[in-house]
């Protein structure tokens, strides 16, 4: 059993460690609406998941800032 610590347990990673397991037991009983917005919140922030927006200054263009973008989901906790 894994001792959980302060600052380890996101929701995030609840779903991303669990997710595929509960949704082979309970794929009937999953709306698409449901495992869409946990999609979201698992790909939150993430530059792979969502894609990122890059920001380049015109006068510097060597100085690039590159944001994730964020799910905007209501079931997020980062986001609601």
Known sequence: MET?????FTLKRIFEENWERFVSSHRSDITFS?????????NCREPNGLGY?????????DQITHI???CKSRFCPVCA
């Open 34 to 42: 449901a495992a869409y917005n946990v999609w979201k919140v698992m």
């Open 4 to 8: 959980i610590r302060k600052g380890h």
């Open 53 to 61: 927006t890059t920001f380049a200054c015109p006068d510097h263009p």
């Open 68 to 70: 994730p973008r964020s």
